[in-house]
């Protein structure tokens, strides 16, 4: 039996997320927004990433794993 999540959608004028911590076991964290400069830079901060396709909406996700670019 699936479980339910509740993800939260994020205000289209607020550049605020929900803390990745509290994202679902697959990454998802919240949904809808914007793919403005300011949302993503505020995302890419706290390592969260965009997933989308075109007419879909778009989720918020948080990878499981990370790593650096080192020049």
């Known amino acids: 039996m ?3 999540i509740l993800i939260p959608q994020l205000h289209p004028k607020e550049f605020s997320f929900p803390n990745p911590l509290d994202a679902s076991d697959e990454g998802l964290l919240a ?5 403005s400069c ?4 505020q995302a890419y901060q706290r390592g969260i990433f965009p997933w989308f396709n075109e007419n879909d909406p778009i989720f918020m996700v948080v990878s499981q794993s ?6």
Do not use: H, M, N, Y
């Open 66 to 71: 990370s790593f650096d670019f080192v020049p």
């Open 2 to 4: 699936a479980t339910k």
């Open 38 to 41: 300011e949302r993503l830079i």
């Open 31 to 35: 949904w809808g927004g914007d793919l």
